[in-house]
């Protein structure tokens, strides 16, 4: 997948970010903490996740739907903008 791997770093750097997320709220059950902090470190990780989806399906959108070697027409364009917006604001 050439968007992937193009963008590797950002991708690879929002999973790092998740991983030390997950590992707070082990930490956090571990140390027996006040569920509420428990409970807002899970939504940050879960938008954290939702923000990765999004990044990985507006590149497979943009690489896989639209056919990146010719140019898309104004209207695939927009239906691509359309798209990625009702996406992002059913994730949020």
């Not at 997950?22 to 428990?38: G, I, K, N, T």
């Not at 639209?66 to 604001?89: E, F, H, N, V």
């Amino acid at each position: 997948m050439a968007h992937t791997i193009r963008d590797r770093g950002k991708l690879l750097n929002r999973v790092r970010r998740i991983k030390g997320q997950v590992r707070a709220v082990e930490r956090l059950l571990e140390e027996e903490q006040d569920s509420s902090l428990v409970l807002q470190t899970i939504a940050a990780c879960r938008g954290a996740i939702n923000g990765l989806m999004i990044a990985v399906l507006e590149g497979h959108v943009r690489h896989h739907v639209l056919d990146p070697k010719r140019k898309p027409t104004p209207g695939q364009a927009q239906a691509a903008d359309d798209l990625m917006g009702l996406i992002g604001s059913y994730f949020r």
